[in-house]
């Protein structure tokens, strides 16, 4: 491997970590909130995809500038599929329960998609989807450069809300001990019900990104939740700090393996890190002690 | 009065007695009639045809497409009386790109819905074990999609593959053209990258052992398993050996994922050849310009003048309102085999006198396609060859073979 190619694997890793981060970044939250394995997030990702790819080729927006309606849209749907469907499980099964629900729901969103677009892969082709500037002897595409930053002040803004606002104290106190925050005056069902419209959110800010970068077709959304959740799990389940942490570091690594070793090894990175996780350190390694305490 | 109905049913009973009795005895030697001859008491009943699609899951674009041909050819069978008198029924199972399923489907077809003849799925991942259900029932298996070379490697007697080349010599003229160029012209390195899938190497490994064997250095050979979402990285490897010809085993995803990664790394050798991608009407939304230049092999094409194809393009066009694709062609195709080795030989039935005999005349006779002659070996492979596609000024050129009547430009090097 010559030294200019690892630095290209190291930039496209960390470009694809941080798309990897944003998309991961949902899962941890449903987790936080809810202790639900949320199984559809992909499904919704590519849901926020298509819709993208409609506005843009009926309006000729900019992906980008499809945000303020798919956002908002998803956000509701989000807060709908919480109210009239989650929060129906009993408590006792509902980490079970949640995945087999989530599964139909993946299923439905596939189904819906395969019936308006065809099973037809889809994709935009943007004047700036295929151009790069030189950094380091290494190609930076500028498509992939918009997705981390998008990724980047979605997570930004995301955390922000967390960690300073009214809303985020509230949330972050169902996420730690639901019953004691009930007793101090927090209405958790409401703020789990945000909690998950504001992870769909994100769904929809994923989408658009996946739509600048890559192609897409409805039951493609299977080859992401195993990468996303072995994620979430290394990071630490309900962490979206270390999500994001852990989507850089399996991002870079994946390049590494695929241009060090082969693609097809690189594919086994996320199961490995899982593994490891799981036997060493299961609360997650960046974060996160929710796995433990619940 | 409370008497009537009683004697009514009493006397409707004794009627269909004796109706009953009569038939029974008037049948007896009717039917020792009807096997003594040989007219077949199934005339007019439709020949009912088994198949089991990929309509959901990874191949589902694929796989509507070749139903949209199994239809088609259906359709136009029935409209000029179907085959030896009766029409034609088509049975379809959703196997869900399941190598399980698509077993159990075939098995239920054959067994349970007891239909005259099989057509095979698509993709060689499902030919494969789909096949092997068909070789142990004795019952021909004419397949659109299974071109690996494995698909040929296992000694079915049944199998027959009803398109011009199987999947390693997809890019014969191609191989052909690029190892006689001159000295100088003649490039020197080849990178290859291909999905884990049999079809796809097939054609990537075909091309490469043939530049190869005349000298021209392999630098790069990568594989890559289905369901990778990102192909930046095996890009930058590619790019990185700057080979003069890159060979991709590609299906769609894959060939843009690589294209578009290696028009941002700024790798544009003079020759670029992917598989399956660019023939689908979806490549110029997914990668525009780049296109430009990209070869592949094509078993088919709209503007050929072999018999029957004006005819499947017009008809295509006429229900379908688009264009047809090569999917639909390979399933018009299995169709038009059958059609043509179910007239000669005269039976229609699952019977192993039946499927034998139609294999037998399959195997020793050459059929009119819209992909045009066709002829098989014992193996089932077929004996013709693909020609080579180009995208050139935005349109796809036929530029090998050079000098045939199919060609229609002059194969270009990119920039």
Request: hydrophobic share 45%.
């Amino acid at each position: 491997m010559t030294r200019s190619l690892f630095v290209q694997a190291i930039v496209f890793g960390v470009l694809t970590g941080g798309v990897y981060a944003l998309m991961a970044s949902g899962l941890s939250l449903y987790f936080g909130v809810m202790r639900i394995v949320q199984i559809a997030h992909p499904a919704f990702l590519f849901l926020g995809a298509y819709l993208t790819y409609s506005l843009h080729n009926a309006l000729g927006w900019d992906p980008l500038l499809t945000l303020p309606i798919t956002v908002p849209a998803f956000f509701l749907i989000g807060v709908a599929v919480q109210r009239l469907l989650l929060a129906r499980l009993r408590d006792e099964n509902r980490a079970m329960m949640s995945v087999l629900l989530t599964f139909s729901i993946a299923v439905v969103v596939e189904g819906t998609l395969s019936a308006i677009y065809t099973g037809s892969y889809r994709s935009i082709n943007l004047d700036y989807a295929s151009k790069s500037f030189e950094l380091f002897g290494a190609r930076v595409p500028y498509d992939r450069l918009i997705g981390l930053a998008v990724a980047g002040l979605t997570l930004l803004a995301l955390f922000s809300i967390l960690k300073y606002t009214r809303y985020g104290r509230a949330l972050r106190a169902t996420m730690q001990h639901r019953d004691a925050a009930r007793l101090v005056g927090v209405d958790t069902e409401r703020v789990t019900a945000v909690g998950f419209g504001i992870g769909l959110a994100t769904a929809a800010v994923g989408g658009a990104v996946l739509s600048i970068i890559t192609t897409f077709f409805p039951s493609g959304h299977w080859e992401w939740i195993a990468k996303l959740m072995a994620i979430i799990v290394v990071g630490g389940l309900g962490s979206v700090g270390g999500a994001a942490l852990a989507a850089l570091v399996l991002g870079v690594t994946e390049a590494v393996v695929q241009v060090w070793l082969s693609p097809v090894w690189a594919g086994m990175v996320f199961y490995l890190f899982l593994f490891l996780t799981l036997i060493f350190r299961p609360q997650g390694f960046f974060g996160g002690r929710l796995a433990q305490r619940f | 009065m409370p008497f009537a109905p009683r004697l009514t049913t009493d006397r409707r009973r004794l009627r269909r007695w004796a109706i009953g009795t009569g038939v029974l005895i008037g049948a007896l030697p009717v039917a020792g009639l009807t096997a003594a001859t040989t007219v077949p008491d199934d005339a007019g009943e439709p020949i009912r045809i088994g198949v089991s699609l990929p309509l959901t899951g990874d191949f589902s674009e694929p796989g509507e497409g070749i139903q949209q041909g199994y239809d088609l050819w259906a359709a136009d069978v029935n409209a000029a009386g179907g085959i030896l008198g009766r029409p034609v029924e088509l049975i379809y199972r959703d196997d869900a790109s399941d190598v399980n399923k698509v077993v159990s489907d075939y098995e239920q077809l054959i067994s349970v819905e007891d239909v005259d003849f099989v057509f095979g799925p698509f993709s060689s991942r499902l030919v494969i074990p789909a096949s092997e259900v068909a070789e142990d029932e004795q019952m021909v298996f004419l397949e659109p999609a299974g071109a690996a070379p494995e698909v040929f490697e296992r000694g079915l007697e049944f199998l027959f593959y009803a398109a011009p080349a199987v999947a390693d010599e997809h890019y014969d003229y191609l191989a052909d053209y690029l190892t006689a160029l001159p000295e100088g012209e003649r490039p020197e390195t080849v990178a290859v990258a291909s999905m884990d899938d049999p079809f796809a190497q097939g054609t990537a490994y075909g091309l490469r052992d043939q530049l190869a064997e005349a000298g021209i250095e392999v630098v790069a050979d990568e594989v890559y398993p289905p369901g990778t979402t990102d192909y930046s990285n095996i890009a930058a490897k590619i790019a990185d050996t700057d080979a003069d010809v890159f060979v991709g085993g590609t299906q769609f995803e894959d060939a843009v994922g690589l294209l578009r990664a290696f028009e941002e790394l700024g790798y544009r050798p003079p020759y670029m050849a992917f598989s399956t991608g660019p023939t689908l009407p979806e490549f110029t939304e997914a990668v525009g310009d780049a296109r430009n230049g990209i070869l592949s092999p094509v078993g088919w094409s709209q503007e050929a003048t072999f018999e029957s194809n004006p005819e499947f393009v017009a008809s295509f066009q006429e229900t379908f309102d688009t264009d047809p694709h090569e999917d639909a062609a390979n399933g018009y195709t299995v169709g038009q085999v059958l059609n043509q080795a179910v007239e000669a030989v005269g039976c229609a039935d699952s019977s192993e006198e039946c499927q034998t005999s139609v294999r037998d005349f399959i195997r020793d006779n050459e059929f009119v396609t819209v992909v045009g002659p066709l002829s098989f070996d014992e193996a089932g492979r077929p004996e013709q060859a693909h020609m080579i596609q180009q995208w050139i000024d935005g349109e796809v050129e036929i530029v090998l073979p050079a000098g045939s009547d199919v060609q229609t430009a002059e194969l270009i090097t990119r920039d």
